[in-house]
Nanobody, 127 residues
Framework: QVQLVESGGGLAQPGGSLRLSCVAS????????MSWARQAPGKELEWVSG????????HYADSVKGRFTISRDNAKNMLYLQMNNLKPEDTARYYC????????????????????WGQGTQVTVFS
């Protein structure tokens, strides 16, 4: 049924860029908000960015604001994360997630707000 498959991760140098993609299937993609989250070894899962169902509003964690851009193409059931000016601290496994509704809860983001997750794609930033 519901599937989320991330891709685009890899190795980048500090200051470099990567674009992550997530293809969704098995649900009405255009009806749901989506988010990206990440987890580094030894650290808790961190919410990174979210976008409303129609793409009308976006939200970012302070740690990535100004460097990352979330977007979606509802006609293609695709979610993206453009990552610029990468830092070693960005090294983590990145996951896309389907929200329970059409609006991102950015005040206190929680895994409880999401019911499906992809398998993740690894991003490593080092020189």
């Amino acid at each position: 049924q519901v599937q989320l498959v991330e891709s685009g991760g890899g190795l980048a140098q500090p200051g470099g860029s990567l674009r992550l993609s997530c293809v969704a299937s098995g649900f009405a993609f255009e009806s749901y908000a989506m988010s990206w989250a990440r987890q580094a070894p030894g650290k808790e899962l961190e919410w990174v960015s979210g976008i409303e169902n129609d793409g009308s509003d976006t939200h970012y964690a302070d740690s990535v604001k100004g460097r990352f851009t979330i977007s979606r193409d509802n006609a293609k059931n695709m979610l993206y994360l453009q990552m610029n000016n990468l830092k070693p601290e960005d090294t983590a496994r990145y996951y896309c997630a389907k929200a329970l509704g059409g609006v991102v809860q950015a005040i206190t983001p929680s895994p409880l707000d999401y019911d499906y997750w992809g398998q993740g794609t690894q991003v490593t930033v080092f020189s």
